[in-house]
């Protein structure tokens, strides 16, 4: 058995990890600095190198191959192991080091930003660099060490800790809801519904909690971050359904005024990272912060 045929060069690997993240030789070479024929040459060196096809030309566009997109589901995964053991090394020798943290945008925000203060005076070493996310999290780019994000207790292949539940509360503005009274869950189950697109079983969830016919539900726009669902309400679009923890401002100084009582939700917030990300001094103790602080 060649074994350098079983090892290509780190350079060829990048290169054709790039082009297959983006399947295009072009983003590649901008991500890389490199020119469009460099990328093509050296894919096509890797592919004269292992004897297989890593992809099919469809126009102006490359697309993978079953081999290559096999090669890099597997190819990215181990680099992201070598970035990983990368940073583990560069942070032992800076002692605490950096944390590469992906947060929900209104979250970071909202909850761990005013907080965050107190992490830094119990580890004046270490820095924590925040990356707003709402979908799922790449951890074999290397990019991201760990995320604090909401779900159920279901994440398959990844470390997790439960920070808190969540608790959703309907939220109107003072301007729309009736003069003189408190807003009951009567009235607005007849005003237009906001919602937030990660959660559109909200509203069922709260209406099925107060006995109200689900057929009265009038659902209106759908918004991708929490904090411009809480800026409709504000200017009075309709009724909002948001995580009590990110509005408790809002509420003490009356900018906005709750329907009802919260309401425990399905979900709840959690901290979650690769395994391999277990030993980051960072990550250790920014998790022994996060847990205290929850």
């Known amino acids: 058995?060649?074994?350098?045929?079983?090892?290509?060069?780190?350079?060829?690997?990048?290169?054709?990890?790039?082009?297959?993240r983006h399947e295009s030789y072009t983003r590649a070479a901008e991500e890389l600095s490199l020119?469009?024929?460099?990328?093509?040459?050296?894919?096509?060196?890797?592919e004269t190198q292992l004897g297989i096809s890593l992809f099919r030309r469809e126009g102006r566009s490359v697309r993978l191959t079953g081999g290559g997109r096999r090669y890099f589901l597997e190819l990215s995964a181990a680099l992201g192991r070598i970035r990983s053991a990368t940073l583990q090394a560069m942070s032992h020798q800076a002692g605490v080091g950096a944390l590469q943290l992906a947060t929900l945008p209104t979250f970071g925000s909202k909850w761990l930003l005013p907080r965050l203060h107190g992490f830094y005076e119990a580890h004046p070493g270490a820095t924590v660099h925040l990356h707003s996310r709402i979908g799922p999290i790449d951890f074999?780019?290397?990019?991201?060490?760990?995320?604090?994000?909401?779900?159920?207790?279901?994440?398959?292949?990844?470390?997790?800790?439960?920070?808190?539940?969540?608790?959703?509360?309907?939220?109107?503005?003072?301007?729309?809801?009736?003069a003189g009274l408190a807003p009951e869950p009567a009235w607005a189950a007849g005003q237009t519904l906001l919602t937030v697109a990660?959660?559109?079983?909200?509203?069922?969830?709260?209406?099925?909690?107060?006995?109200?016919?689900?057929?009265q539900m009038r659902v209106g726009p759908s918004f991708e971050l929490t904090s411009h669902l809480i800026q409709a309400v504000r200017a009075g679009m309709g009724v909002g359904l948001v995580p009590k923890a990110l509005v408790e401002d809002e509420l003490q100084r009356g900018d906005l005024v709750?329907?009802?009582?919260?309401?425990?939700?399905?979900?709840?917030?959690y901290l979650i990272y690769p395994p391999r990300n277990e030993s980051l001094p960072a990550l250790a103790a920014f998790k022994e912060w996060l847990l205290a602080a929850c």
């Open 258 to 269: 709750a329907v009802s009582e919260a309401i425990a939700s399905q979900r709840g917030y």
């Open 198 to 215: 990660s959660n559109p079983q909200a509203w069922a969830e709260w209406f099925s909690v107060h006995g109200l016919d689900h057929r």
């Open 35 to 46: 020119s469009q024929s460099a990328v093509s040459r050296q894919v096509q060196t890797l």
């Open 1 to 20: 058995m060649n074994y350098r045929r079983l090892t290509p060069s780190m350079s060829l690997l990048l290169v054709f990890e790039a082009a297959a």
């Open 140 to 178: 074999n780019s290397g990019e991201i060490d760990a995320a604090i994000t909401v779900g159920t207790d279901d994440w398959p292949g990844l470390a997790s800790h439960r920070l808190y539940n969540e608790f959703l509360i309907a939220i109107a503005s003072p301007a729309a809801t009736p």
